[in-house]
């Protein structure tokens, strides 16, 4: 982590021995992808100033929707477990026929298990409150297995298992409204929806430090009032915030 004691270290060059496995392993995958830097936040990010994360707290959407692509570990358990992969290339098989054709997809035989995106919820990574802006923001998210690799965008997923997989991400992903602001009831019950929709998903999710609660979530709040048009209070709808006030209640 980058810490106001060891600031001028990382601000100066420093070998990538000095970082957890998690994030050597995130930085050479960055390096194979051909891809020249990599955001970590407990690098860039100063940890123990305050300040300068509720200002970096701000700007966590952008980072990530202007981001290439997210890397996801998905067994990694901790910053020093590494990403867990395995040398050994399982094999598998996709086979086209007339079992297909209710579904749509082809019969694939693997000699693997090997999590989909149903198992996405169960993760640590998907558990976290920190990342569920990662999960809604992200252009592309790239899951790295112990076996394979998946690669998810709006327009589907592609498995290095199973190959590519036409089914849009809003399947399976909460996203942010991506639309004008307007003033139809239709369309202000639809954003009232979405929003509860995102506070009760991130409420799930644990943080380790209590004081974090918003500002892991705030960004995700501007980037809702930015493309809704409607303003949000302590996570109600000011626009609904007297009829939300009444209706709530205390677990």
Not at 228 to 234: D, I, K, L
Request: with cysteine; charged share 25%.
């Amino acid at each position: 982590q980058t810490m106001q004691h060891n600031l001028d270290e990382r601000t100066s060059p420093f070998s990538l021995s000095a970082l957890s496995q998690t994030l050597q392993d995130a930085v050479l995958l960055t390096r194979s992808l051909g891809i020249r830097y990599i955001w970590i936040d407990a690098i860039c990010i100063v940890q123990d100033d305050r300040a300068e994360w509720m200002v970096e707290a701000q700007k966590m959407m952008q980072y990530y929707g202007d981001a290439q692509v997210t890397i996801v570990p998905a067994h990694a358990d901790s910053a020093d477990s590494g990403m867990k992969t395995e040398r050994e290339v399982p094999f598998s098989r996709r086979f086209t026929g007339p079992w297909n054709n209710d579904s749509g997809r082809d019969l694939i035989l693997t000699n693997t298990a090997f999590k989909t995106r149903d198992a996405v919820s169960k993760w640590a990574w998907n558990q976290r409150g920190w990342t569920y802006q990662e999960r809604l923001n992200s252009a592309r998210l790239l899951f790295v297995f112990s076996h394979s690799l998946m690669l998810n965008c709006r327009q589907g997923s592609w498995n290095s298992l199973t190959g590519w997989d036409h089914q849009p991400r809003e399947a399976w992903s909460t996203f942010l409204p991506l639309r004008s602001p307007g003033k139809t009831q239709s369309r202000l019950d639809r954003d009232a929806n979405t929003w509860c929709s995102l506070v009760g998903n991130y409420t799930q999710r644990q943080l380790t430090s209590r004081r974090d609660k918003w500002f892991a979530f705030s960004s995700i709040a501007e980037a809702f009032s930015r493309a809704s048009g409607r303003r949000t209070v302590a996570g109600l709808l000011e626009d609904r915030l007297l009829e939300d006030l009444a209706s709530w209640r205390s677990p």
